[in-house]
Nanobody
């Protein structure tokens, strides 16, 4: 069974930083792509950043220059470094893992970690 667990969410002041982590636990599942999404109250879930095994990161325009996504080499773990946080970054952040299972690509979601940016 595959489990996706996020951690690192917290209350932080505007301009502050947080580092989120995602651990994908599975005996045979190897993560190909790890993505971070977020959902604020009353809004749709949106893609924040993603990175594949090849290490090419992609970012939503609203976090470029502030957030950095990374993967631990050879491990099913990843991180989202968030700097210069703004109140509009407040949301539940979800880790989304994609990878092969036989001939198919499957995906798994974590339960989310709350990020609140407020003074």
């Amino acid at each position: 069974q595959v489990q996706v667990v996020e951690s690192g969410g917290d209350l932080v002041q505007p301009g502050g930083s947080l580092r989120l982590s995602c651990v994908v636990s599975a005996s045979r599942f190897r993560v190909y792509a790890m993505n971070w999404h977020r959902q604020a109250p009353g809004k749709q879930r949106e893609l924040v950043a993603g990175i594949t095994t090849h290490g090419y990161p992609e970012y939503a325009d609203f976090v470029k220059g502030r957030f950095a996504i990374s993967r631990d080499s050879g491990e099913n773990t990843g991180h989202l470094q968030m700097n210069d946080l703004k109140p509009e970054d407040s949301a539940v952040y979800y880790c989304h893992a994609e990878g092969p299972s036989g001939d198919e690509m499957v995906d798994y979601w974590g339960q989310g970690t709350q990020v609140t940016v407020s003074s």
